[in-house]
C-alpha cells in the first residue's frame, strides 16, 4: 500500500513540475521585446490619440546598448500645461532619414487624453510632420 501512495505522490509531482514547466516556456515565449511594446504604444497612440500642435525642438543620435538610436524631441500644450518629450523614431526609416531638417518645424501631435505626457509625433500608419511630404 504505502508503494502505491508513493507512486501516486511521484506521479503528482511530475506532473505539477510539467505544468510550471510549460508555463515559464510560454510566458517567455509570450514576452514581448521593447521595441515591440514601443511600437504597440505608437499605434494605440495613432488610433485613440487626440491631435493638438506642436513644435519640433531638437533630433539627437544617441547609443543604447551599442546601438544607435534617433530620437526627435519636441514640445507642445495641452489644457495650459506645456509638455516636452521625445521619440525614438529608430525604427521609423522614412522620418529618421530627413529628421536633421526638422527641427524648428511645426508638427501635429496625438497624445493620450488622460495622460497628455504619453505622446507621438509619428507612427508606422500617421505622421504629423507634414514638412516631410514637401
Known amino acids: 500500500m504505502?508503494?502505491?501512495?508513493?507512486?501516486?505522490l511521484m506521479a503528482t509531482a511530475m506532473a505539477a513540475g510539467l505544468a510550471a514547466g510549460t508555463i515559464v516556456y510560454v510566458r517567455r515565449w509570450r514576452r514581448k521585446?521593447?521595441?515591440e511594446v514601443e511600437r504597440l504604444?505608437?499605434?494605440d497612440l495613432h488610433r485613440r490619440g487626440r491631435i493638438t500642435h506642436g513644435h519640433i525642438?531638437?533630433?539627437l543620435d544617441t547609443t543604447v546598448d551599442s546601438v544607435p538610436?534617433?530620437?526627435i524631441v519636441y514640445s507642445?500644450?495641452?489644457a495650459g500645461v506645456s509638455y516636452e518629450v521625445g521619440q525614438d523614431i529608430t525604427l521609423l526609416p522614412e522620418v529618421a532619414s530627413r529628421a536633421h531638417?526638422?527641427?524648428?518645424?511645426d508638427v501635429l501631435v496625438k497624445h493620450d487624453r488622460k495622460q497628455p505626457a504619453n505622446s507621438i509625433v509619428t507612427c508606422e500608419d500617421w505622421s504629423g510632420i507634414t514638412t516631410l511630404s514637401d
Open 2 to 8: 504505502t508503494s502505491r501512495l508513493a507512486l501516486g
Open 33 to 35: 521585446s521593447p521595441d
Open 41 to 43: 504604444r505608437r499605434l
Open 57 to 59: 525642438i531638437d533630433v
Open 69 to 71: 538610436r534617433m530620437t
Open 76 to 78: 507642445y500644450e495641452v
Open 101 to 105: 531638417k526638422l527641427p524648428g518645424h
